[in-house]
């Protein structure tokens, strides 16, 4: 098993910037990529960023292209999502997930390929 905690949401105003952490602990994690997903109220939970074991391929939603960077330090089995310029509709509950999705835009943006989730911790973006 493989246990994920999300940490570094709050509360900031709008053109601010947040970093979320996603410590693992488990089972070890060779080639397991890992993926920054959002949720709001009312709406599913969407993908926002991802990142190979390597770190060598990173992908990104549109929405937070350019605002957004993920990265991961393996010897600390954490991964990081840097978010700067910060609008009110990326409000969310953010999760990371651990999976073995294939290395592809469309699966390591799809919920489906990642079996192991962290509780999610509330980024609120005031306008």
């Known amino acids: 098993q493989v246990q994920l905690v999300e940490s570094g949401g709050g509360l900031v105003q709008a053109g601010g910037s947040l970093r979320l952490s996603c410590a693992a602990s488990?089972?070890?994690?060779?080639?397991?990529?890992t993926g920054w997903f959002r949720q709001a109220p009312g709406k599913e939970r969407e993908f926002v960023a991802s990142i190979t074991w390597s770190g060598y391929s990173t992908y990104y939603a549109d929405s937070v292209k350019g605002r957004f960077t993920i990265s991961r330090d393996n010897a600390k089995n954490s991964v990081y999502l840097q978010m700067n310029s910060l609008k009110p509709e990326d409000t969310a509950v953010y999760y990371c997930?651990?999976?073995?999705?294939?290395?592809?835009?469309?699966?390591?943006?799809?919920?489906?390929?990642?079996?192991?989730w962290g509780q999610g911790t509330q980024v609120t973006v005031s306008s």
């Open positions: 997930a651990y999976g073995t999705p294939i290395n592809t835009p469309q699966t390591m943006g799809s919920t489906s390929m990642y079996d192991y």
């Open positions: 488990g089972r070890t994690f060779s080639s397991f990529a």
